[in-house]
Every structure is written in structure tokens, then in C-alpha cells.
């Protein structure tokens, strides 16, 4: 069971978090918990992390020392860990607190957004075993040198996985404040429906191309070790639910499952770029040198013979970097001029059913067209289609999309 | 160096600590820092305890499971490690944190108020030794079973001292909000002197009847490690400060050198107690098996021959379980009636000097019956002499000794 800051805000939230736990035990099952930090903590921690290193009298604060960031922020995940226990145990139960480094939650050296390497927790499962419930503080792990790491924002999903796929869990419920996976957002979509159930592969593209229910490493994780998964909500969790599982297990397969957005694109485009051998790796070389994600890509066909315009996207945030990793290269790239646009989003059409019927990208397209919606990039793989549109007709193009592919609740 | 709640209180105070600790690497010394938590921070992290430990609809708090208690209260000194560890690195030193169970401080397992036992710290020793400043978690240590665990109130003093001995540290200097440890309490007696050298035995006897500039357990270990300790002023550093040292180092040995005072007493009178061989064991036994720390005890000088009235004391904290072990043995003890009384303090005239000046003791009483101030119950060693009195009397008597023994500041 994983239960996210909004469900552990207070003592009062940490209180029915308890409830549920304690019910799941009457059930019969032998349980672990990951807990978040309560709702504000992280901020405040991370916060005093930022003003820590701003040196005397700079206005501008450096970016604090990251393993000692962790060691910091990790003390929020503690501090609900030994107060769920102290609420479990009030309550009759037997519960003790697991942190990171005690699992052992082990992690690469990247601290600040360290990557769960193996959860070898083999006296947690022991202590399991014998009905004691383990009280996991999500979101951290110990990384080489025996130094406190964490896993950056939204990190305790993955410890959640993580930590069943250790103990080998038969199920790991996800508990949000969502009541499951929808076939789109529904703050903009009203007729989004929920999904019973989503294949891994499918929730996989979902995660990465918009959807927040969910962590993209947690999926990962939860496809590679085959971790049934179900997300639910703390204050609903008798209703509804959506169950990540194998694609076999999925009966009827829709063309497509679900509609994602991100506004979180930025458009490159480089103008009159030489059209010969090398030129590409000439670009994207110094981008991933600077740590700059580079995601669709397009190259127009070449008119002349001789030059070519090459488009790509990446985050908002990577936006100065590629610009300025793309100037520091212009001699020997040698393009004409380069223009940028953050005002574009991206939206995507995913569906494990779309290996099976054709026709579904044109369908895409024609919607779109209809809505006078131009594409700007397309990319597309097995299992989905998503097209680079301006940001203003996010909500237009997500509705008629859902329309369309005959998503909507009855 | 070792700083206290107040001289951490916040973000601008961690960046004043930390100047200070760059001054001390600036004049060639190489330095392990303890730090308490922010002023204010155990004292939530508690109550959010006790709120966890209350069973639903009940509306008295129950005692937190211990262990527990301990998972969530060891954050806040985590916390100022690693914001402490951060500003010094952004102040281009190099520094690190370490956790009780990183250094480690190990420590036996009685969780909430656990005894320091070793501090193998050699890894740290090493990262020291190699110009990395330590910035160690006061408080907290590791149990048996690798939990958790911290030294109760006041624990950092004792961490401090204990890593000095742990790493062979040349001094242990204690940073707080006072400029040393005065003749006695500047609060009541303006005219109180800072001394510049205190004996260990005589700073052990001042901690442990009531004085509040250093724990008495910290005091103890200072002692027997023979760790040169400084106690002086975060605010005020280059300000007076006192040595704690050996008895030798001391050239001038007034008969006494310090007054303290103890508020938290209480006195039990257990009336017409048969005058017989083990009456005592009857008593004593069953109170320290209810936990109670008897600290003064008088027995009168039987009058019938049969019968006589013992007289004893204890913090007030003690008094309910002292009465109730008490009243439990009625039919064994087989006294005629038991009082209390607590609104009494204990007043203690210290001083190694003691030993080679006669009539030191006699003037106390002398001065306390020149005031009207009547004597309930004495106790002395060899390098102190304590006495129970009415509480009213409290700053009266402090006074009076204090210029009896000329301290008084010129």
C-alpha cells in the first residue's frame, strides 16, 4: 500500500491511513506501507535547502550540495514512516518503521534523483513474515558510500513498486486522490471515463507523454518485474480503481485507451541546414552533452538539393540550454538562423489495439483537420500517435480526439 | 563545537554557526561540529507524536510507541546537520553530514533516553583527519538491531563530548546562549561571577543539583575521557567562556565555588515506621523498582525506642508513583501515616576547596538561620553540602550564601 502526501497531510489523514491498513490486515494479508512526506514538508525542506546556500549577502542562491539536500529532505518521509507506526501500533497492530538505508532501498550515486538499483530487503521480509507491518518511508533509498539518496519528486510511486517487486508482493495498491486512471484528463474532459484496467505498456506511454497519475519509473518497474498494480483513491478506496496488469489479461482492445497532453514542449527549428552526411550528429551530439532531452524530431525534405530545415522539441525548462549548446556550434553546423516557440503542446493517442486496426493515425489527423488544428511534428510507435500542436487548442484537440475514438462515458 | 537549539534556530543563525566554524579552520584546526535541532522543532515533532499515539475518540494522549517516537524526533537534528553541512559548502569549505548511526554513536536500547556506550568513529575520524569538517547530528544514535535512537532532553551536550573522546578531539567546546557557568544563577543573583575554570567533579556536582549550563551526563563522560571542554557564547565568542579541567590546573581553591538550586523536589514522610533491621530495604526496594530516584534521605533519632520517622525526597515528577509504591507495602512497612510536601527546594553549596577548609558547612546553616530559614534535610559529600528547604525561600537563601562565601562581583 502506498499512500501519497495528500493522504498523510496530518494526523488526522495519517489516522484513516491507519484505518485502512489495519483493514487490509483483518482481511488476512500481511501488508507494507510506503508513506510520502505530509503535503508541505517537502517545500519547506527543500525551501531551507535553497536558502542554506545562498552565500552572504547574494541575492541569487546556489544550488545546495545534493547529498546534503537529501540528507535533508529525507527526514520528511521519516518523520511520517515513525508517525504511521506510532498510529499502528496505538491502534493494537505491530508495526515498525523501514527507512531507506535500513531496507536497504539501494540506489545509483545521483543524489537528488537517484535511481532505484535493487530493494534486497530480506529482514524486512522476514519481519513481514511474521505479521509485523512494515512502515517504508517512500522516496529515498542509501546510495554507494553509505550517503542518504532520494529519487526527486513523485519518487515514492517507484518505491512503492520497488518495494513489492523486492518482497515479492502479490499487489501493490497505489492510493491517490484520484480513484484511478482516466481515458484523459478530466478537469478537461467531464466525459473522461475510468479504466478498469490498463496494460503496463500502455500506462507506460500514458506516464511519459502527460499523464500524472502515476511516475514513469514506477511503471517501468512495475512492468519489468510484473507487479500487479492498482491505483485508488485514500478517501474513495471502496470505489472503482484501476488495475495496471499484462496485456493478455486485457479482453476487449479499443483501438485506442487513452488521450495524453503535455504543455511542457518546446519547439527548435533550425533554418537552411546543410543536407549531407554528419550534420545530424553535429546537432544532437552537443545537445546530449548538455544534458538536453531531445524528443520528436522532423526534417523537411530537402528543396534545393543542397539545405534542409530540421525541427525538434524538448521541455520548457531545456529550452536556454539547447539554444545555447546549438549557438556555441554554429560554425561548424552551419545553419542560417534558428527560431524557438514554447506555446505548443503535445498531444497523444495511446492504445495497445492500435497494433490491430489501421487507419487509426488518419483518423487522428482528420479530427484534427476538421477542428482547422494544424500539425506541427508527428511521432509515432506501436502503441502511439502524438502530434506537436499550438498550445491554445490543447483543450479543443483533447475533446474531439476523445469524441472520435469513442471515449466518452455513456 | 557543538550548537544548541537557539544558536540554530533558523537559516541566518546556521549562517553565523557556520563563520564560526570557518574562523575555527582558519586558524589551522580541524573541526567536528554537533548541532541540536532548530529551537522549536522537537517540541513539534513530540506533539505530533503524542497526536499519533491518541487512539480515535480518546482524549488522552498514549505514551508513542518509543522506538518510534525516537524515528520521528532524530529528524530534526538530521535536518540541521544537513542544512548546516550545506551552507558550509556553499561557503567553499568542505563538509559533510553524519547520523548517529552513520558515525556511529552506538548506544544501549533504551529508546527516548538511551546511554551513549562507544563512538568507533573511525571513518569520520579519517574524513577529518583529510581536512573535511564533520557536521554531526547531536542527540540521536544507533540501538542494538540498528535503530534509532535518541539521548533524551538536553543530549546533545553529551554527544558532543562523547565524539570529542570518540575522535580524541584536543578541546570540546560547548557553543550556547549564556557566556559560561557563573557562581550561581545570574537570574537570582545579578552580582554572579563567570568563572574562568571549573574542576570536572565540581561542574559534575553544579549539573546534577540543578544547574542547567550542561548535561550532567555529558559532564560525566567529559570527566572520564579527561576532555578538555569549553562552555561559551554563540553570540558572544570571543567574550570570557570556562574551562572545564582537572582539579590541578586550578591555582586558587576558594572553599566554594558555586551555588545551585533545584525547584523540582518533593518530600515524603512516612510516620511511626517500626525501628527494626530492614525496614529500610522495605521501603527503598519497592521504590526503586517503581523507578523512583530517592535522592535525600533522614531518618529521626527514635524517641520510644520502637518507632521513628523516615523522611526522604524526589523529583515531583516522581511523587505519584512514589506515594503509590508506597501505599502498596501499607501492610509490610507498617507506618502510622505518610505526608508530602512539594513545595521545597534543595540548595547546594559546591567547592573542591571544600576538602582543605573546615567550617564550611556550619556557615551555611549559620546563614540560612540568620534569615529565619529552616533546614528540613541535609545531605553532604565530600565536595558539596546540600540542604532542603521551603521554596518561598528559594532566592533569599541563594543570595545570602552567595555573598556568606564572598562570590559576589566587585
Redesign the interface.
Known amino acids: 500500500m502506498k499512500f501519497g502526501g495528500t493522504s498523510v497531510a496530518d ?1 488526522e489523514r ?2 484513516h491511513v491507519a484505518t485502512l491498513v489495519k483493514r487490509e490486515v483483518e482481511r488476512g494479508n500481511k501488508v507494507a506501507v510506503v508513506v510520502s512526506a505530509m503535503a508541505g514538508e517537502t517545500n519547506k ?1 527543500v525551501a ?2 535553497n ?6 549577502g547574494a541575492s541569487r542562491a ?1 544550488l ?2 545534493q ?6 529532505v ?2 520528511g518521509e ?2 511520517t ?7 499502528l ?3 493494537g497492530l505491530k ?3 523501514w ?1 531507506g ?2 531496507v536497504p532501498i539501494n540506489t545509483s550515486a545521483v543524489h537528488g534523483s537517484a535511481r532505484i538499483e535493487g530493494v534486497p530487503a530480506s529482514d524486512m521480509k522476514t519481519a513481514i513474515e511474521n505479521g509485523e507491518i512494515a512502515v517504508v518511508a517512500g522516496f529515498q533509498g542509501v546510495a554507494p558510500g ?1 550517503r ?1 539518496s532520494t529519487l526527486g519528486r513523485g519518487g515514492s510511486d517507484t518505491s512503492a513498486v520497488a518495494v513489492a517487486a523486492g518482497i515479492g508482493a502479490a499487489r501493490c495498491d497505489i492510493y491517490t486522490d484520484v480513484d484511478g486512471v482516466y481515458t484523459t484528463d478530466p478537469r478537461i474532459v467531464p466525459k473522461a471515463r475510468r479504466l478498469e484496467k490498463i496494460a503496463y505498456e500502455e500506462m507506460l506511454e500514458m506516464a511519459s507523454l502527460g499523464a500524472k497519475v502515476l511516475q514513469t519509473r514506477s511503471v517501468e518497474i512495475a512492468m519489468l518485474h510484473r507487479v500487479p498494480t492498482r491505483v485508488l483513491s485514500t478517501f474513495t478506496p471502496d470505489v472503482g480503481g484501476t488495475l495496471l496488469c499484462d496485456e493478455e489479461d486485457i479482453v476487449e482492445k479499443k483501438p485506442v485507451t487513452g488521450i495524453a497532453y503535455s504543455r511542457d514542449e518546446a519547439k527548435i527549428t533550425l533554418h537552411k541546414v546543410p543536407d549531407r552526411p554528419g550534420v545530424a550528429s553535429a546537432i544532437f551530439g552537443p545537445l546530449a552533452d548538455a544534458g538536453v532531452n531531445v524528443d520528436m524530431i522532423v526534417q523537411n525534405v530537402s528543396e534545393d538539393g543542397k539545405t534542409t530545415d530540421l525541427t525538434f522539441t524538448c521541455t520548457r525548462g531545456e529550452l536556454p540550454r539547447a539554444l545555447a549548446a546549438i549557438e556555441a556550434r554554429a560554425q561548424e553546423i552551419q545553419y542560417r538562423d534558428v527560431t524557438h516557440d514554447s506555446a505548443v503542446a503535445k498531444i497523444s493517442i495511446i492504445g495497445i489495439g492500435m497494433r490491430a486496426h489501421p487507419g487509426v493515425a488518419s483518423t487522428m489527423f482528420r479530427t484534427l483537420s476538421d477542428k482547422g488544428i494544424n500539425i506541427q511534428v508527428i511521432s509515432t510507435s506501436e502503441i502511439k500517435v502524438s502530434v506537436l500542436i499550438a498550445e491554445e487548442y490543447v483543450e479543443l484537440a483533447v475533446r474531439a480526439l476523445h469524441s472520435a475514438y469513442e471515449l466518452d462515458a455513456a
Do not use: C
Not at 536558502?51 to 552572504?56: I, L, T
Not at 547529498?67 to 535533508?72: I, L
Open positions: 494526523i495519517i489516522r525542506l531551507w535547502t536558502d542554506a546556500a545562498r552565500p552572504e546556489e545546495p550540495d547529498r546534503e539536500y537529501d540528507v535533508v529525507a527526514a521519516q518523520i514512516a515513525g508517525l504511521l507506526s506510532i498510529t501500533n496505538a491502534m508495526a515498525r518503521s527507512l538505508w535500513q553509505v542518504i
